[in-house]
């Protein structure tokens, strides 16, 4: 989820490349780096933490040291592979110092690459997957030249397809050469890409907020496509070297607008982003032999088969991640598995030892409540694993190991993407311990996997048709109360869907396991009192989802206005919805990949509505660094 800006023209590209930077900051500020073609040079400047970090070094360099060329590239970073350190920033220089490379994504067969490479002899500067496709574009343009081609833009266009054709994963990569002034050339596999047509000008950038200052026309580019930029064209090839073309469109949104890709608020867009978020985080965690990979393990696979203990300990939505993976954890590892608030944990003196496996889950990676959970459980020895989406922080720092989630950053508080993408990862933990410990085989690990790896399409379908969720929001803007019930994964949704609204539309709501509210909850139910009924898919577990929709049946009995999350071909409870809502069919384990979904959706319309700020609620913060 890094960004990625390439300028060439008639005008000094820094400033250009260094204000597309700071529009695409959103996209990740571990670190930040540039390369200028200037007098026969590649100068770079790179440096850890957020953009300014590195203008106070350009200005410490002056304009003289960086030099005013106008070719250049400019890159933002979530780190995925390698800290976010200043040798880790982008951009990457081939071992001959030639070649200046930049990416997003993450190339997966980055190991098998790496070893190869260092095999000819080429050292690495970095931990990064990103320095393999500069020494492979300075290799296969060696080749070339070899072979009779001559240094230009077409020989740059043409290491530049036979690199991305060696690549597997996600990627755009932006690449300039030394003896190629004048021309920047890209590649694009599943991770964005546009390009900018100026006049004498052109620019490359993940997203349009990035060059909107300067151009307004755009072409969006194909899968599996090469862009080769000069002041004078663009030209658009496929991997196998055909001539492609892209989507030409006209950028009407003001600045803000495209920061936000269009949408009103970031939660807008971050829940839109939800389908990527997912696929990344999958990427790269299976091994050739069916395998999951996860990073940072300094756990050996013996420490983890002696777990006889789970604990998952987290705050708010992380913690609801936590309730969902306690059932998928407790069915495919069958080791017991609690669930516990991370500002409650230490509290009630946990029984732990060398043998209780402690999972944090965190999306900031700063939570004072979970980082004091994680130092407890390290105290009282117990191994400590931590699902984070920031690259870095003290949480993944402090514990024995970390799978990271691939979500970008999140800028609206309130967490949607994150929650999806820590789904994956407990998912994912969870077939990796039933794996290693021979309580699943091989093939039923990938027969889940291959689900999980159909989520994204599946959500996209989803999230092109919530034009009426969007309308039953706008309705609901008066309501006093809502109450979410839910059975199995469907009751942390249920408490999901509530902690959404309540923290977006300052609105009182409640989430219930659906079996528990006739003990006492459903005297909360009167005339008009819309309920969200989470209902179980009815392939595998009818009878779970048989009762919860006698529980619908009970709130109804009562006057309740029922909305109804339901999977798709579920016909029989129509007529117990006064409004549904179908969701993709999915396993039931991963089905709160789905479900969730209307309800951030229903949170963020009925706030938006009531007139509050969707990305900053009051009173809330995006890190919260106090216990
Ligand atoms: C709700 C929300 C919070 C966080 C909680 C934990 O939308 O964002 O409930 O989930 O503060 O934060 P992290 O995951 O950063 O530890």
């Not at 931590?386 to 309130?414: M, W």
């Not at 949607?416 to 990796?432: D, E, R, S």
């Amino acid at each position: 989820m890094c960004g990625i800006v390439g300028y060439v023209g008639n005008r000094p590209a820094l400033s250009i490349v260094i204000d597309g930077l700071r529009r695409l900051e959103y996209r990740g500020y571990d670190s930040a780096g540039v390369a200028i073609i200037d007098n026969g040079l590649v100068k770079t400047e790179k440096k850890a933490g957020k953009l300014a970090n590195l203008e106070k070094a350009l200005a410490e360099r002056g304009d003289d040291g960086i030099g005013a060329g106008a070719t250049g590239i400019g890159h933002t970073r979530w780190a995925t592979h390698g800290g976010p350190t200043d040798r880790n920033a982008h951009p990457h220089l081939s071992d001959d110092g030639r070649v200046a490379v930049i990416h997003n994504g993450i190339i997966e067969n980055f190991a098998r690459l790496r070893t190869e490479l260092e095999a000819t002899g080429v050292e690495f500067r970095s931990d990064t997957d990103t320095e393999c496709a500069a020494h492979l574009l300075a290799a296969e343009m060696r080749a070339l030249r070899e072979a009779g081609a001559e240094d230009g833009p077409a020989l740059l266009a043409e290491g530049m397809r036979r690199v991305a054709n060696r690549l597997e994963g996600a990627f755009t990569l932006l690449a300039v050469d030394v003896e190629v002034p004048g021309a920047v050339v890209a590649a694009r596999r599943n991770s964005p890409l546009v390009v900018g047509r100026g006049n004498g000008e052109n620019f490359l950038a993940s997203d349009v907020s990035a060059f909107i200052e300067h151009t307004r026309e755009a072409i969006e580019l194909g899968q599996d496509q090469v862009v080769l930029i000069t002041p004078a064209g663009i030209e658009i090839t496929g991997f196998d070297g055909a001539p492609a073309t892209g989507k030409e469109f006209h950028v009407d949104w003001d600045l803000s607008a495209a920061e936000k890709g269009g949408y009103e608020y970031f939660m807008l867009k971050e829940i839109a982003e939800q389908p990527q978020a997912i696929a990344d985080t999958l990427l790269g965690r299976l091994s050739e032999r069916g395998e999951i990979i996860l990073d940072e393990v300094r756990l050996t696979d013996q420490d983890l088969r002696d777990v006889d203990k789970v604990f998952i300990v987290a705050c708010g939505t992380s913690y609801h991640a936590g309730m969902v993976a306690k059932y998928a954890i407790e069915h495919w590892v069958r080791i017991p598995c609690e669930v516990e608030l991370a500002s409650e944990f230490r509290y009630r003196d946990p029984i732990l030892d060398r043998s209780t496996l402690v999972i944090v889950i965190s999306q900031s990676g700063e939570t004072m409540d979970t980082l004091m959970a994680l130092r407890h459980a390290k105290e009282q020895k117990a191994r400590v694993l931590a699902i984070c989406n920031s690259n870095g922080s003290t949480i993944p720092r402090e514990s024995d190991a970390v799978l990271y989630t691939h979500g970008g950053p999140e800028i609206a508080v309130a967490s949607t993407k994150a929650f999806l993408t820590q789904l994956v990862a407990c998912y994912l933990i969870g077939l990796h311990l039933a794996q290693i410990r021979g309580v699943m085989y091989a093939d039923e690990v990938a027969a889940v996997v291959e689900k999980l790896r159909a989520t994204p399409d599946s959500l996209r379908s989803l999230l092109g048709r919530m034009e009426d969720v969007r309308a039953l929001g706008r309705d609901l803007r008066t309501a006093s109360t809502v109450l979410f019930i839910g059975r199995h994964v469907g009751f942390p949704v249920a408490l999901e869907g509530a902690l959404k609204l309540k923290e977006l539309a300052y609105m009182h709501a409640e989430g219930f396991a659906a079996g528990e509210l006739k003990h006492g909850p459903i005297s909360l139910i009167d005339e008009g009192t819309p309920v969200v009924c989470v209902v179980p898919s009815p392939a595998g577990r009818g009878v779970m989802r048989d009762k919860v929709v006698s529980n619908i049946q009970e709130v109804r009995a009562r006057g309740a206005r029922t909305i109804v999350i339901a999977e798709e071909g579920d016909e029989d409870v129509r007529q117990f919805a006064d409004h549904l809502i179908t969701v993709p069919q999915t396993p039931t384990l991963l089905a709160p990949l789905m479900t969730t979904v209307p309800l951030q959706v229903l949170a963020c319309e009925i706030a938006a509505a009531r007139g509050h700020d969707v990305d900053q609620p009051r009173n809330l913060a995006k890190s919260v660094t106090v216990e």
